[in-house]
């Protein structure tokens, strides 16, 4: 077997092709927008690159591609004292365990000669709400920003060494239910009634505004755990830029507290119920008129919740449901929404975990974010559980 570093359009093109080949029998797989992953991989458009790098390869077996995998790092979000860890992602592969040693086996020398000392994967080179963990439970249509596997890849991984450093869990709600628990919602119709609290939802126009609001609300709520990265504000802007076709200003909603941002919520509808039908994931211009057609007809029935933060001097005083009240008065306008996913959260994070199931969601689905220690002698160590 060879290992091909992907390093020209015709290796890119061999890159988004090996997909398409793994999963052409899987009804589940829904094809990723190749445009999305390649900006990924552009300096010029990922701030990731200013304090980081990366690097993508190919292995070919005579002449069949049969694997891919990526290594990167963004030394802005590595902390003093923790696992220096870089990390590998967009890994796909047939069930060839050969073909898959030999990627990790590439990704793991090249990220140990930048300096690391253990590899998390597979993950995004960017923030979690995209292309983070392996599915290893629930193998069905993802939503929008979620990864599919198929169930042998948790096995290629564990052969190699890698070992779950933390599971993360995706809930479903049936808004259409009528078994949703009434006095619930009566209580969360209260907290949004209480004094100086103040409920809003996200301004394209004002769109500086509420990325600083943002970015003051998840240092708040996650800077005291070990799952913390530092965001940048460009890489909000690029997210927003990039999905704003499908974005909606009333999916997205603040809490203040006297003009303090203390609560952060975002959802997006399932744009994968879209792409599901384009088959290739190229933003042809056939392409895009038939997303802004299916979009106006209506075919995404399902919304993705990608990230939800109250900062810890609010946490447990029901602001959560608060916003969850505020969404749903939301969604009463919109009937063709049926669905909403709750993804993720972490197996460290048991406070949002409880908050997921008195609004009757239920269990979906698991992703895991694995690590490999290089030195192989170590102890290994999960994520601690926030307090």
């Given at each position: 077997?060879?290992?091909?570093?992907?390093?020209?359009?015709?290796?890119?093109?061999?890159?988004?092709?090996?997909?398409?080949?793994?999963?052409?029998?899987?009804?589940?797989?829904?094809?990723?927008?190749?445009?999305m992953i390649e900006d990924i991989f552009d300096p010029q458009?990922?701030?990731?690159?200013?304090?980081?790098?990366?690097?993508?390869?190919?292995?070919?077996?005579?002449?069949?591609?049969?694997?891919?995998?990526?290594?990167?790092?963004?030394?802005?979000?590595?902390?003093?004292?923790?696992?220096?860890?870089?990390?590998?992602?967009?890994?796909?592969?047939?069930?060839?365990?050969?073909?898959?040693?030999?990627?990790?086996?590439?990704?793991?020398?090249?990220?140990?000669?930048?300096?690391?000392?253990?590899?998390?994967?597979?993950?995004?080179?960017?923030?979690?709400?995209?292309?983070?963990?392996?599915?290893?439970?629930?193998?069905?249509?993802?939503?929008?920003?979620?990864?599919y596997h198929k169930p042998y890849y948790k096995q290629l991984?564990?052969?190699?060494?890698?070992?779950?450093?933390?599971?993360?869990?995706?809930?479903?709600?049936?808004?259409?239910?009528?078994?949703?628990?009434?006095?619930f919602w009566k209580i969360a119709e209260w907290v949004t009634?209480?004094?100086?609290?103040?409920?809003?939802?996200?301004?394209?126009?004002?769109?500086?505004?509420?990325?600083?609001?943002?970015?003051?609300?998840?240092?708040?709520?996650?800077?005291?755990?070990?799952?913390?990265?530092?965001?940048?504000?460009?890489?909000?802007?690029?997210?927003?830029?990039?999905?704003?076709?499908?974005?909606?200003?009333?999916?997205?909603?603040?809490?203040?507290?006297?003009?303090?941002?203390?609560?952060?919520?975002?959802?997006?509808?399932?744009?994968?119920?879209?792409?599901?039908?384009?088959?290739?994931?190229?933003?042809?211009?056939?392409?895009?008129?038939?997303?802004?057609?299916?979009?106006?007809?209506?075919?995404?029935?399902?919304?993705?919740?990608?990230?939800?933060?109250?900062?810890?001097?609010?946490?447990?005083?029901?602001?959560?449901?608060?916003?969850?009240?505020?969404?749903?008065?939301?969604?009463?306008?919109?009937?063709?929404?049926?669905?909403?996913?709750?993804?993720?959260?972490?197996?460290?994070?048991?406070?949002?975990?409880?908050?997921?199931?008195?609004?009757?969601?239920?269990?979906?689905?698991?992703?895991?974010?694995?690590?490999?220690?290089?030195?192989?002698?170590?102890?290994?160590?999960?994520?601690?559980?926030?307090?």
């Amino acid at each position: 077997m060879e290992i091909i570093p992907v390093a020209d359009a015709k290796t890119i093109q061999a890159f988004h092709k090996l997909p398409i080949r793994i999963y052409k029998d899987d009804k589940n797989w829904v094809p990723p927008l190749h445009k999305m992953i390649e900006d990924i991989f552009d300096p010029q458009k990922n701030t990731g690159f200013v304090l980081g790098n990366a690097r993508r390869w190919l292995v070919k077996d005579g002449d069949r591609i049969v694997g891919r995998i990526a290594a990167f790092y963004d030394r802005s979000k590595i902390e003093e004292g923790k696992e220096q860890a870089g990390n590998v992602g967009f890994f796909e592969c047939f069930d060839n365990y050969e073909a898959a040693e030999i990627l990790f086996d590439t990704a793991r020398n090249w990220l140990k000669g930048e300096g690391f000392t253990a590899m998390d994967g597979p993950i995004n080179f960017g923030e979690n709400f995209f292309n983070w963990g392996l599915l290893v439970e629930g193998f069905q249509q993802q939503g929008f920003g979620m990864q599919y596997h198929k169930p042998y890849y948790k096995q290629l991984f564990t052969n190699y060494g890698f070992q779950t450093y933390y599971q993360q869990f995706s809930y479903h709600l049936d808004i259409t239910s009528p078994d949703l628990p009434d006095r619930f919602w009566k209580i969360a119709e209260w907290v949004t009634k209480k004094k100086d609290f103040r409920y809003q939802t996200f301004s394209f126009k004002e769109q500086d505004r509420c990325i600083s609001d943002f970015i003051a609300i998840y240092r708040q709520a996650w800077d005291k755990h070990g799952n913390y990265k530092h965001i940048d504000p460009n890489d909000l802007k690029a997210m927003i830029r990039d999905a704003r076709i499908v974005f909606e200003e009333e999916f997205i909603w603040y809490v203040y507290y006297k003009d303090e941002p203390i609560a952060f919520f975002m959802m997006m509808p399932d744009l994968n119920q879209i792409l599901i039908h384009l088959k290739n994931g190229k933003l042809s211009l056939f392409n895009i008129l038939k997303i802004l057609y299916l979009k106006r007809k209506k075919v995404m029935t399902r919304c993705r919740v990608i990230v939800m933060g109250v900062i810890p001097r609010f946490q447990g005083t029901g602001i959560e449901s608060g916003i969850f009240w505020q969404l749903r008065q939301v969604m009463l306008k919109r009937p063709w929404y049926k669905e909403v996913e709750l993804s993720w959260v972490g197996d460290f994070n048991p406070k949002m975990i409880a908050l997921f199931k008195p609004v009757g969601s239920k269990y979906a689905k698991t992703h895991e974010t694995l690590r490999y220690l290089f030195d192989r002698n170590k102890p290994f160590e999960r994520l601690p559980i926030m307090e």
